[in-house]
Nanobody
Framework: QVQLVESGGGSVQPGGSLRLSCEASGTIFGISAMGWYRQAPGNQRELVASITGGATTSYAESVKGRFTISRDNVKNALYLQMNSLNVDDTAAYYC??????????WGKGTLVTVSS
Protein backbone atom coordinates (compact mmCIF):
# COMPACT_ATOMS: atom_id res chain seq x y z
CA GLN A 1 0.00 0.00 0.00
CA VAL A 2 1.48 3.32 -1.06
CA GLN A 3 1.70 5.86 1.74
CA LEU A 4 2.36 9.55 1.86
CA VAL A 5 5.03 10.80 4.22
CA GLU A 6 5.18 14.39 5.41
CA SER A 7 8.29 16.05 6.79
CA GLY A 8 9.48 19.49 7.76
CA GLY A 9 7.27 20.24 10.72
CA GLY A 10 8.62 21.58 13.97
CA SER A 11 8.56 24.42 16.45
CA VAL A 12 9.08 28.00 15.37
CA GLN A 13 8.57 31.46 16.81
CA PRO A 14 5.93 33.82 15.44
CA GLY A 15 7.17 35.36 12.23
CA GLY A 16 9.27 32.35 11.38
CA SER A 17 9.18 30.02 8.40
CA LEU A 18 8.93 26.31 7.72
CA ARG A 19 8.86 24.23 4.56
CA LEU A 20 6.79 21.08 4.54
CA SER A 21 7.39 18.24 2.12
CA CYS A 22 5.31 15.25 1.16
CA GLU A 23 6.45 12.24 -0.82
CA ALA A 24 4.86 8.94 -1.73
CA SER A 25 6.45 5.67 -0.66
CA GLY A 26 5.71 4.24 -4.09
CA THR A 27 4.21 5.11 -7.43
CA ILE A 28 0.75 6.62 -7.60
CA PHE A 29 -0.70 6.78 -11.09
CA GLY A 30 -3.06 9.43 -12.31
CA ILE A 31 -2.59 12.05 -9.62
CA SER A 32 -4.75 15.06 -10.29
CA ALA A 33 -4.99 17.47 -7.40
CA MET A 34 -2.73 17.67 -4.39
CA GLY A 35 -3.38 19.56 -1.22
CA TRP A 36 -2.32 20.44 2.28
CA TYR A 37 -4.80 20.26 5.14
CA ARG A 38 -4.40 21.08 8.79
CA GLN A 39 -6.17 20.24 11.98
CA ALA A 40 -5.73 22.10 15.23
CA PRO A 41 -6.82 20.53 18.53
CA GLY A 42 -10.58 20.71 18.87
CA ASN A 43 -11.05 21.86 15.30
CA GLN A 44 -12.08 20.16 12.10
CA ARG A 45 -9.56 19.43 9.40
CA GLU A 46 -9.42 22.31 6.95
CA LEU A 47 -7.97 22.78 3.51
CA VAL A 48 -4.98 25.09 3.57
CA ALA A 49 -3.84 25.01 -0.04
CA SER A 50 -4.30 22.95 -3.16
CA ILE A 51 -2.67 22.62 -6.55
CA THR A 52 -3.94 20.98 -9.72
CA GLY A 53 -1.97 19.05 -12.28
CA GLY A 54 -1.83 22.21 -14.32
CA ALA A 55 -0.32 24.06 -11.36
CA THR A 56 -3.39 26.13 -10.58
CA THR A 57 -3.25 26.98 -6.89
CA SER A 58 -5.84 27.84 -4.30
CA TYR A 59 -5.40 29.02 -0.73
CA ALA A 60 -7.46 29.47 2.39
CA GLU A 61 -7.98 33.16 3.12
CA SER A 62 -6.07 32.87 6.37
CA VAL A 63 -2.82 31.86 4.62
CA LYS A 64 -2.96 33.86 1.39
CA GLY A 65 0.20 35.81 0.83
CA ARG A 66 2.10 33.80 3.46
CA PHE A 67 2.01 30.20 2.22
CA THR A 68 3.06 28.85 -1.16
CA ILE A 69 2.17 25.41 -2.43
CA SER A 70 4.17 23.70 -5.15
CA ARG A 71 4.57 20.25 -6.64
CA ASP A 72 7.19 18.23 -8.44
CA ASN A 73 5.40 16.02 -10.94
CA VAL A 74 8.52 13.97 -11.64
CA LYS A 75 9.02 13.07 -8.00
CA ASN A 76 5.29 13.10 -7.19
CA ALA A 77 6.25 15.40 -4.34
CA LEU A 78 4.34 18.23 -2.74
CA TYR A 79 5.65 21.21 -0.82
CA LEU A 80 4.31 23.99 1.35
CA GLN A 81 6.46 27.01 2.08
CA MET A 82 5.08 28.74 5.15
CA ASN A 83 6.25 32.25 5.98
CA SER A 84 5.20 34.77 8.62
CA LEU A 85 3.84 32.02 10.79
CA ASN A 86 1.59 32.93 13.68
CA VAL A 87 0.15 31.03 16.62
CA ASP A 88 -3.06 30.33 14.70
CA ASP A 89 -1.05 28.23 12.26
CA THR A 90 -0.30 25.70 14.99
CA ALA A 91 -1.75 22.39 13.86
CA ALA A 92 -1.02 18.97 12.45
CA TYR A 93 -0.52 19.31 8.70
CA TYR A 94 -1.55 16.55 6.32
CA CYS A 95 -0.88 16.11 2.64
CA UNK A 96 -3.46 14.66 0.28
CA UNK A 97 -3.17 13.29 -3.23
CA UNK A 98 -6.30 12.66 -5.28
CA UNK A 99 -6.25 10.57 -8.42
CA UNK A 100 -8.31 11.08 -11.55
CA UNK A 101 -10.45 8.13 -10.40
CA UNK A 102 -11.24 9.93 -7.16
CA UNK A 103 -9.08 7.90 -4.83
CA UNK A 104 -7.56 9.81 -1.92
CA UNK A 105 -4.20 9.20 -0.31
CA TRP A 106 -3.34 10.79 3.04
CA GLY A 107 -0.21 11.19 5.07
CA LYS A 108 -0.11 10.70 8.82
CA GLY A 109 0.65 14.34 9.48
CA THR A 110 3.47 16.52 10.66
CA LEU A 111 3.12 18.86 13.62
CA VAL A 112 3.73 22.58 13.33
CA THR A 113 3.92 24.55 16.56
CA VAL A 114 4.21 28.32 16.55
CA SER A 115 4.90 29.86 19.93
CA SER A 116 7.09 32.42 21.60
Amino acid sequence: QVQLVESGGGSVQPGGSLRLSCEASGTIFGISAMGWYRQAPGNQRELVASITGGATTSYAESVKGRFTISRDNVKNALYLQMNSLNVDDTAAYYCNYRTVLGRDYWGKGTLVTVSS
